[in-house]
């Protein structure tokens, strides 16, 4: 079994900074990829920012320039730096780990419960 528990959500002005968090846990051999995705109401759920396991990355657009994704090995944890915050970041945040139990098997993904994060004006 492989848990995955996020935190650092919450609500922040705009302008604000968070720290998104998420640490897997349970029957793991590797993981590969790493990342982020959100969902706001309404829409659909939109990749945020991903992170190899060479540790090359990748953001969304909209987020270029105001947000960092990073990765500890030793933790099998992912973050998320979430800097300047904008009200149109409200949605809730989802990571996703692409990881295998064994060295023989194929990766499979995982995602987190979410975690709420609202920006206000």
């Known amino acids: 079994q492989v848990q995955l528990v996020e935190s650092g959500g919450g609500l922040v002005q705009a302008g604000g900074s968070l720290r998104l968090s998420c640490a897997a846990s349970?029957?793991?051999?590797?993981?590969?990829?790493m990342g982020w995705y959100r969902q706001a109401p309404g829409k659909q759920r939109e990749l945020v920012a991903v992170?190899?396991?060479?540790?090359?990355?990748n953001y969304a657009d909209s987020v270029k320039g105001r947000f960092s994704i990073s990765r500890d090995n030793a933790k099998n944890t992912v973050y998320l730096q979430m800097d300047r915050l904008k009200p149109e970041d409200t949605a809730v945040y989802y990571c996703?780990?692409?990881?295998?139990?064994?060295?023989?098997?194929?990766?499979?993904?995982?995602w987190g419960q979410g975690t709420q994060v609202t920006v206000s004006s």
């Open positions: 992170i190899t396991s060479g540790g090359i990355t």
């Open positions: 996703k780990i692409a990881l295998n139990s064994h060295w023989y098997s194929a990766y499979s993904d995982y």
């Open positions: 349970g029957s793991i051999f590797r993981i590969n990829t």
